[in-house]
């Protein structure tokens, strides 16, 4: 386990995303706390305004070294097996980045609007201090 991914656990579409995350990975590789967590939030010194701008991503080797929004999403792709070959061409393309940076603030600021807002928050069985292990 070397990365710790902050997600909307009241997001549904954030929270399928985590999902499929924990099958693939297992808590091998990341760790997750929603950003209700604000225990956790405060040990990585992460405010409520910096949960606006989506999803962080922190290297649990080098827990200054960090990642949020699109530049998460993709380094948490890159970080997959074989996840780097699609990323690697995704960015190479003329123009992506720029578009895939607008597309994900565009979901990131309308997903309850499109994907709805769940009653409870999600709590990964990967959390980050391990005591919640499957």
Do not use: H
Not at 67 to 82: D, H, M, T
């Amino acid at each position: 386990m070397n990365y710790y991914i902050v997600y909307d656990g009241n997001c549904n579409l954030c929270v399928t995303l985590v999902q499929l995350l924990e099958t693939l990975d297992k808590g091998k590789l990341f760790r997750y706390a929603p950003i209700q967590d604000e225990q956790t939030l405060l040990q990585w010194e992460i405010t409520a305004q910096d949960c606006e701008q989506g999803v962080i991503l922190i290297d649990g080797n080098e827990p200054q070294r960090r990642w949020q929004g699109s530049n998460a999403a993709e380094e948490i792709g890159r970080l997959l097996p074989v996840g780097s070959i699609f990323v690697d061409a995704y960015r190479a393309l003329p123009g992506m980045k720029w578009a895939g940076d607008r597309f994900y603030e565009q979901i990131r600021d309308r997903r309850y609007a499109l994907f709805g807002k769940r009653s409870n928050t999600y709590e990964s069985s990967y959390c980050t201090d391990g005591s919640c292990n499957p």
